[in-house]
């Protein structure tokens, strides 16, 4: 498993009771763990490669967009990032005054201005579509909601 990518031992102790039980495996088909499934994410996200291009020592990518995609529609995903936030929150660690992003600090590429206008070709939004910008959406996306 890469390594450079993976949860330091620190991180897993604060992140691992934010998140559901984990089901005891099987008999014959066994279980994968939250902090692999986790890992193998944050590789994902740092890469940006698609789901198949796993590495193997991750275990199967099914598997782990299962479980992720399942994490995003229950809202598990929300959960961890809200209790976070609250967390560093509670040790100062956040300055609500000075986060802020707008159109004086966030500087436009060179080529911003002066490209042709119009609808975009297909190869054009590829950047749109791509696997890092839709799995960061998916998870910071509102759970649906349930109806009763």
Request: proline share 9%; glycine share 6%; charged share 25%.
């Amino acid at each position: 498993m890469p390594l450079r990518h993976a949860l330091t031992d620190e991180q897993w102790v604060i992140l691992q009771p934010l998140l559901p039980p984990e089901k005891r495996p099987t008999a014959g088909r066994p279980s994968m763990s939250h902090r692999r499934v986790i890992n193998a994410v944050l590789w994902l996200c740092r890469t940006g490669v698609p789901w198949r291009d796993l590495p193997r020592d991750f275990g199967p990518w099914p598997s782990i967009a299962t479980r992720f995609y399942r994490w995003q529609k229950n809202g598990t995903w929300q959960f961890i990032f809200s209790q976070l936030r609250e967390m560093t929150d509670a040790r100062g660690l956040i300055d609500w005054d000075m986060h802020c992003v707008d159109s004086t600090v966030v500087r436009a590429h060179q080529h911003a201005a002066g490209g042709k206008k119009g609808p975009l070709a297909p190869w054009d939004g590829a950047a749109a579509g791509s696997v890092r910008r839709y799995i960061y959406e998916l998870m910071h996306a509102e759970p649906p909601q349930r109806s009763r």
